[in-house]
């Protein structure tokens, strides 16, 4: 089993900052990739943030020059630090990671989201 925990999310000001964190635990050997991607209410899942191989980054359109992912190799956690927020930047944030296991199986997971909200 493998989990991933969000933590950071909350109601901030439009302009303000928040910091996401994601805690990947269980039966991993090396994780591939990791991102973030958001959810709002009617619409599809966007990506946010993707980190590979702990450096390689890439960001999606809404969020360039707003956003910031890194990542902590030895703590297999995943951060997404927020600049500048704005009221669409609401929604529900999630971790996902694609893996590999002990035993060399693949395998993708996604945790259960921390909401996200920015008033005007």
């Known amino acids: 089993q493998v989990h991933l925990v969000e933590s950071g999310g909350g109601l901030v000001q439009a302009g303000g900052s928040l910091k996401l964190s994601c805690l990947a635990s269980g039966s991993i050997f090396t994780i591939n990739g990791m991102g973030w991607y958001r959810e709002a209410p009617g619409k599809q899942r966007e990506l946010v943030a993707h980190i590979f191989d702990g450096e390689i980054a890439n960001y999606g359109d809404s969020v360039k020059g707003r956003c910031t992912i890194s990542r902590d190799l030895d703590k297999n956690t995943l951060y997404l630090q927020m600049d500048n927020l704005k009221p669409e930047d609401t929604a529900v944030y999630y971790c996902?990671?694609?893996?590999?296991?002990?035993?060399?199986?693949?395998?993708?997971?996604w945790g259960q989201g921390t909401l996200v909200t920015v008033s005007s």
């Open positions: 996902n990671a694609d893996l590999y296991q002990y035993g060399d199986r693949y395998i993708e997971v």
